[in-house]
């Protein structure tokens, strides 16, 4: 191997007792693309700010052109020759775009009181490069979401770097804006750079990287080319859960005339970025709907919307009653309880406090009754009852969250990723205490999943929802001739 | 002798200070909200006991009960007319709301402050004791009315304790403080919660500050003081830790009250200035804070 | 867009020539009022660096001022300089001052920073009574040399220090090390990540604001003939300065001069109401900051930014 532009080795970081990154190690050639891929919570993001000085690592080097710079501060490691665009930008509101990009080729000095006349012109060639040449007189709050993250791109590129990191490149981005972005970025391959793309799949980036290297808990798991990597058994079961396969089953969803929640037409901005771009569903009563997509692709949106948390155009109803208007805790209270990604447990409360608390608004003895059934489908948290939350392990956690949400007795029960960093002998257990809830209660379940072999055997019904919509709607037996295929 | 005498008034000024923070932490806790119209709280309770206690003659215990009153009232003034508004504002960043709020309590509080001024004059006002005589303590003669009011204080935070952690409405409070989020998720509607710590602070500092009027004596003058002890206590024991205010007002009633005794009594605000600096710089989080 | 930046340029050209001009027909009285009012318009932009640009919210920018002025008094009083080297003294400790702070600033985030700037101020203002011997403690000490006893000479003076306050301050915010400092202010990671050692950037963003806050605090005091803590160190003091720098418009600088005016004018003018103007003044402010959250400037910046 030649000299490699970028060569990491052993980095490692602890944050308190959990390892973020343990052990990983790549290298990029000048004019390389690699992917570095991992569901939420994988520590790709953190390798990303360990590279670039924003975090310090506990172990491990870092060599740009063979000069080791891990542990600098991260203005000398910018300077040194690597460039970051980052996902989340915020700009200034009383600059322009020139202004902007002008402020990434100031030098770091005290003394230069007025800017190199040179300046101006070099501005404009950059913003030329990556499209902003229209724009240069607005200011950042009139910009199209498309071009606040060009104008990231043009601030990382602005003092040519030798390496440049890349963090989500394509999130909330149109697929001819996507197109215009690959392109830029292959530009940078043909230039000798070293590129390195964060992202959640390989799938997003796979038609750009030279290579890729997958994450999972902060370990390595898988490298190669991007086919290689999406095929890779280990990266297939921490996407998929596993090769996929419907359960026969019969469907338990009423022929109702009109569902239990309708969403019609949704559509979210983030800021700028289309979280959510037309959606819409039907959940009917006592069904058991799954909404299966890659991290990014809309479902906690989706699910924010329904409800409440999140603004959103478009209308939602549940029992034939629009939601427009009314507050989180209300519609909560009404029947819609969701279980989120996060857990949202109250942490230095003990585990009887957080049942206790999602069973607030039940009578005494519903209450009891209630605490006694959930107490026999999760064991576990009977044993743990006088535990705080927050020292539970994370299949606990999991348990604990959705038996709050239940304590609700809700009407409809919405399930974000309760997979999401779980050991499969926990998913295991967690799928089982589903089947139950399943066949022995009248709840209608909406679950969001990227685990589709734990999605699928419980469903009378899957979405698939990629880049904000929906793609594909169909019984699990079609999924995986239909959808199963592209998924990853 | 002495060493008995410092004692005794340390712990009746710390357990005075204690009762003043908690309110403080507790809205800063559950709300995210520091609150500098504090001491205009205390104060306006103060006046309005005095006022009905001595101007209306109706008694130290009536004038007490109209002080705590008055403190809710003034409280519920300062999240209707300030907090809310600010926090409800489309044109105010996310980002900026705290030094928002901050600025628009401060100035609320200097309103409270000249409008006292203006109705009481600046002049200290004292409450007639609740109860007259002295007791011998270890030898030191000590007014009844003192440790009555730091029984009371213990008391008042005692309740509170039990409010907090043994009652269904108490651990609200405590899970907002922990995971707002969460507690939408659960049904629980946070401006209900939030009107509910305004009226728990309300009440709590309107004792604190009847209490002070009754004890030390109050002025329109102590609005600005009274806010910056509190919030140097309550920073001292942690933002938003209620064990770590009351340990802190401990700390500082009694660095205070040695000062004052053994060196002077005009330099008795020092010690816990540097004490607060220290923690500060070595750790920002406050001694029993969490974050 | 050069056109609002020249039109500006011409606006405040033509501020000060009238500014200047006003000693021909307003009263010492008021002229007096005015001159308070422009060393108050330095505080408020030298605070509006700090929070508009470095993005620190300094809740006590008394304890640089009172520096500063009780520096320029001590050794006026004890050894006698000239005012200008009074000054020149008064400038240094202020820098001390503010690099003093600097340093808890650029490792604390939030309240706790705010809440050692409040300390800081607290602190100075026990040392100066504990120290009473030498600066007359709570009543203030007077110094034996004044700038001027003519009203009108004085108020020029003061309009000098605030117009050449206004060029600096305004071009430092406007020049590349403003912007830079404002990317530091806003995003410490991003600004870092474009290569800029952000420290080094906050640090002398606190040392312009120190100087220029110590020297006007000196000034002052040369102007008032005396120094005392009721004027240049006061938490009241820090409030109003604050005030007058969101009244004024937040990252604006010249808004401070804006609504340092307005502050002084208006407490002024209310003087009638007795103890109640300060009411009124709180009150005004209170609703602008719920209204115009922008400040007066920012309001009118924003307003001809979306035209």
């Known amino acids: ?488 | 002798m002495e060493g008995v005498q410092i004692l005794v008034d340390g712990f009746a000024i710390s357990a005075l200070y204690a009762l003043g923070a908690v309110g403080f932490t507790l809205l800063f806790g559950v709300s995210g909200v520091l609150n500098l119209a504090h001491g205009g709280t205390l104060v306006v309770a103060a006046m309005i006991a005095w006022l009905v206690a001595t101007g209306l003659h109706l008694g130290t215990a009536t004038g007490a009960l109209a002080g705590v009153l008055a403190g809710l009232a003034f409280a519920f003034a300062t999240y209707a007319a300030v907090v809310r508004p600010i926090q409800r504002s489309r044109a105010i960043p996310r980002e900026e709301t705290e030094i928002f709020i901050l600025t628009g309590t401060l100035l609320w509080g200097i309103m409270c402050q000249t409008a006292l001024a203006y109705i009481f004059t600046t002049n200290p006002i004292t409450v007639p004791a609740l109860i007259g005589g002295v007791v011998p303590i270890l030898g030191v003669r000590t007014p009844r009315n003192e440790i009555l009011i730091a029984l009371a204080c213990w008391a008042v935070i005692g309740a509170l304790w039990l409010l907090i952690n043994r009652t269904r409405t108490g651990k609200t409070l405590l899970a907002a403080s922990i995971n707002p989020r969460g507690l939408t998720l659960l049904g629980f509607e946070l401006s209900r919660v939030h009107l509910l710590v305004w009226a728990i602070y309300g009440v709590l500092a309107g004792f604190a500050g009847v209490l002070l009027a009754t004890f030390l004596g109050a002025s329109s003058d102590a609005v600005g003081p009274l806010t910056a002890s509190a919030f140097s206590i309550v920073v001292l024991g942690g933002l938003g830790s209620v064990g770590g205010s009351l340990v802190a007002a401990y700390i500082v009633g009694y660095l205070e009250t040695l000062t004052a005794y053994l060196v002077a009594p005009t330099l008795r605000s020092i010690p816990p200035l540097i004490i607060l600096i220290l923690v500060v710089y070595l750790r920002p989080q406050g001694l029993l804070g969490r974050r | 867009m050069a056109l609002p930046r020249f039109r500006l340029l011409q606006v405040s050209v033509l501020i000060v020539v009238i500014a200047a001009l006003l000693p021909l027909w307003l009263s010492a009285y008021i002229l007096g009022v005015l001159t308070t009012a422009y060393y108050f318009g330095v505080f408020a932009m030298s605070w509006d660096l700090l929070f508009g640009f470095a993005g620190e919210v300094n809740f006590g920018p008394t304890f640089l001022i009172g520096l500063g002025a009780y520096t320029a008094a001590l050794i006026d009083n004890l050894l006698g300089w000239p005012i200008p080297f009074c000054v020149a003294a008064a400038a240094l400790a202020a820098l001390v001052g503010g690099l003093l702070l600097a340093l808890p600033a650029l490792r604390l985030r939030g309240p706790y920073f705010g809440l050692v700037t409040l300390v800081a101020v607290l602190l100075l203002q026990n040392v100066i009574v504990i120290f009473a011997h030498f600066t007359g403690g709570e009543i203030g000490m007077t110094v034996p040399d004044v700038l001027s006893v003519d009203a009108g000479t004085n108020y020029w003076i003061a309009l000098a220090v605030l117009t050449i306050s206004a060029v600096l301050l305004f071009g430092y915010s406007r020049s590349p090390l403003g912007l830079i400092l404002q990317a530091a202010g806003q995003d410490p990671v991003e600004a870092s990540s474009l290569g800029f050692n952000v420290a080094k950037h906050k640090l002398a963003a606190f040392s312009v604001s120190a100087v220029f806050s110590g020297v006007a605090g000196a000034m002052l005091i040369f102007y008032l003939g005396s120094a005392s803590v009721d004027v240049v160190v006061d938490l009241a003091i820090a409030v109003q300065i604050i005030i007058a720098a969101v009244l004024g418009g937040r990252r604006t600088i010249l808004g401070g001069v804006i609504g340092g005016v307005f502050l002084i004018a208006a407490g002024q003018v209310l003087l009638p109401l007795g103890q109640l103007s300060t009411f009124v003044v709180s009150a005004i402010a209170l609703l602008v900051i719920l209204f115009f959250p922008d400040g007066l400037l920012g309001h009118a910046l924003r307003r001809s930014e979306q035209e």
């Not at chain 1, 043009?154 to 963090?167: G, H, N, Q, T, Y």
């Open chain 1, 1 to 488: 191997m030649s000299a490699a532009r970028l060569e990491v080795r052993g980095l490692t970081k602890r944050f308190g007792g959990l390892v973020a990154v343990r052990d990983i190690g790549f290298s990029i050639q000048p004019g390389e693309i690699l992917g570095l891929i991992g569901p939420n919570g994988s520590g790709k993001s953190t390798v990303m700010k360990l590279i670039m000085g924003i975090e310090r690592p506990n172990a491990g080097s870092v060599r740009l052109n063979g000069a080791e710079i891990a542990g600098w501060p991260t203005h000398r490691i910018a300077r040194a020759g690597i460039g970051i665009v980052f996902q989340h930008s915020r700009p200034l509101h009383r600059q322009t775009v020139l202004e902007h990009i002008k402020l990434a080729l100031l030098p770091d000095s005290l003394l230069r009181l007025a800017a190199d006349p040179a300046v101006e012109g070099k501005a404009r060639a950059i913003a030329s490069r990556v499209g902003l040449e229209t724009v240069l007189g607005r200011h950042p709050g009139t910009l199209a979401f498309a071009d606040l993250r060009r104008l990231e791109l043009a601030k990382a590129i602005a003092r040519e770097p030798s390496v440049v990191l890349v963090d989500e490149p394509f999130a909330g981005l149109t697929p001819s804006e996507v197109a215009s972005f690959s392109e830029l970025i292959r530009g940078f391959r043909a230039e000798g750079k070293a590129v390195l793309l964060v992202d959640h799949n390989v799938k997003s980036v796979a038609a750009l990287v030279d290579r890729a290297l997958a994450m999972y808990l902060g370990e390595r798991i898988a490298e190669g080319t991007a086919e290689t990597v999406m095929r890779d058994e280990q990266v297939r079961r921490v996407y998929l859960g596993g090769s996929i396969e419907a359960a026969a089953r019969v469907s338990t969803g009423t022929d109702a005339a009109s569902p239990l929640l309708a969403v019609e037409g949704v559509s979210v901005l983030y800021g700028k970025a289309q979280a959510l771009d037309n959606v819409s569903i039907t959940v009917r009563e006592r069904e058991f709907v799954s909404v299966v997509g890659l991290n990014g692709a809309g479902k906690t949106t989706l699910f924010n919307a329904v409800s409440g948390l999140v603004p959103y155009r478009g209308t939602i109803r549940f029992a034939e009653r629009t939601l427009a208007g009314t507050s989180a805790a209300a519609i909560a209270r009404a029947g819609i309880v969701q279980c989120p990604e996060t857990r949202e447990l109250f942490g230095e409360m003990s585990v009887a406090e957080n049942l206790e608390l999602g069973g607030a608004h039940l009578t005494n003895a519903a209450r009891t009754e209630q605490l006694a059934w959930l107490l026999d489908l999760f064991p576990i948290l009977a044993e743990r009852a006088r535990q705080n939350a927050a020292t539970l392990s994370g299949g606990e956690q999991q348990m604990l969250a959705i038996a709050r949400a239940l304590m609700m007795r809700p009407r409809l029960l919405i399930l974000d990723e309760p997979t999401l960093g779980l050991a499969p002998v926990i998913l295991e257990q967690l799928s089982k205490a589903l089947a139950r809830l399943h066949t022995t209660t009248e709840i209608t379940v909406l679950l969001g999943e990227q685990n589709v072999t734990f999605a699928l055997p419980h469903a009378d019904r899957i979405y698939v929802l990629e880049h904000a919509r929906i793609i594909w709607e169909g019984p699990p037996a079609r999924f995986a001739a239909e959808a199963g295929a592209q998924y990853l």
